[in-house]
Every structure is written in C-alpha cells, then in structure tokens.
C-alpha cells in the first residue's frame, strides 16, 4: 500500500518542503562512489552464485584494479544484506569392522604440498532428491585444491569410486608416482581398487579409522558443496541434482572459487601461475 507523501511527512513530524528539498541535493562524491562500487560488488556477489563474503568480494575488487578498503565493501555489503552463506559442522563418522586392505595413513595430514600430481585426495558423499539418493566420488589434487576427478551414480559401488580417480588419472597423466589418500571405506579397499592403484602407479594412503579429520581437504570440499550449492536446492530427480553438482564443479569452484590456500586464486589460476613460474625459470 502506498501512502501520501503529506501524510508520511507528518507522521515523521517533517514538513514537506523540507522532504523535497532533501530529495533534490545532490549525491557527495563518496555516496557517488559508493553507488558505483555497490554495482561491482552485486556483480562479483551474484557471479560467486551468493556465497562470497566480503573478504574475497574484496579480492575480486582488486583484481579488477579497484582501490577500496576491506571495510568499505564490508560495509556497502551489510548495507544492502550481502552475506556469504554459513557453514555447518559435521559430526565426525563411525566406520563398523576391519576393512579387507588397510593402508598405513602415509599422508599424516601433511595437506599443504609443493607441487601438483603429488598427493590426491578422493572421498564419497551423497545428495537427497525426490527420486532417491545420487552418490558423488570426487578426487582432487591437494596442491591447488582442483577437483581433477569426479562420478556420479544412483548406488554406492566401487565403480563409483573408481570411475572418479579413473577420469583424475585421464586428466592429469602422472609422470611420477602419486599418493593417493582416502578413508578406510569399502569401496577404497576392495580388490577392484588396489588392483587399480596398483597399474597407474597410485599408492595408498588411508585415513585412520573414525577420523575425518584425517581427510579435512576432502571434508571441507564438501562442505563448500552442500554450504553453497546442494543445501540451497531442492532436487526433484538426480539428473536435475547431477547438472547442477556438474556446473558447480566444473564452472565455479575449479576455474573461480577462491581458497585462502591457494593465494586466494581459484583452483585453475593457482596452477596456471604455477607453471608459468617454471616457465620463467
């Protein structure tokens, strides 16, 4: 419902003339900036999908050439409720028996490394749609946090597993060996995978039993995942859930996310300047 302005003016005890003349003065430089800068900062918010807070809308700014302080952006953002999304903690999973192949936990959670194709990551998580559960493998290399390895299937099998270090293996072509560190779930340890690990030059590494924290590299994806994506969605079949988890992989998080890890650089960038540096060399 729309009211007056007369009437506004005198609920606020505020005479009209007064409310005109206020409306008629123009902008200061700054509020004029501040407009223009709130333009950059929607753009680089709704781009991030909403998830950015101000400290990487900050970096992006930056990166754009502009020269605002942290505090603006933080500041502009709360004015016009710009948040990133919250995280949520996971209580730490049970594992039930031995598993058939346990491998010593060889990574020791030495997750920051010097170079790519060094030490991969993978681990298994599933998705809620109206049609049933789609379970996700991902694999990614811990020097740049790149997801180099992905499947997506309606029933938790070792093809699922495998099919996603499978596609890492195709992408990447490891000259030397790699480490490759999971937990001690069965699809790791079965026949099927050692067997795999063992032709392309794969070692294992597992995670000791009931300590996801031992994983955290591939723990964390997943909670960026559900954070910024799955939870904000309802998925009426898997393939709509597929699609959508396919365009967070593939057209943010690799070639856009930022990772306080990585320079605050997305995935891609941080080994791009990575192999432009040996370049130079």
Known sequence: MEYPVRRLCQTLQVHPSGYYAWLAEPKSARAKEDQRLLGLIKHAWLESGGVYGYRKIHDD???LGESCGRHRVARLMRREGLRSQTGYRRRPGYYGGKPPVASPNRLER???????NKVWVTDITYIRTYEGWLYLAVVLDLFSRQ??????????CSDLAIDALLMAVWRRKPKQEVMIHSDQGSQFSSSDWQ???????LISSMSRRGNC???AVAESFFQLLKR??????????????????????????NPKRRHSSAMQLSPVEFEKRYFQSLESV
Request: glycine share 4%; hydrophobic share 30%; no cysteine.
């Open 61 to 63: 700014l930056r990166e």
């Open 110 to 116: 030495q997750f920051n490394v010097s170079e790519p």
């Open 147 to 156: 997801v180099i390895g992905w499947s997506m299937k309606p029933r938790m």
């Open 195 to 201: 067997s795999f690990l063992k032709a392309n030059n």
């Open 213 to 215: 924290h031992d994983n």
């Open 228 to 253: 910024e994506r799955i939870r904000r969605k309802t998925y009426g079949t898997r393939e709509e859930a597929r699609s959508d988890v396919f365009d967070y992989i593939e057209m943010f998080y």
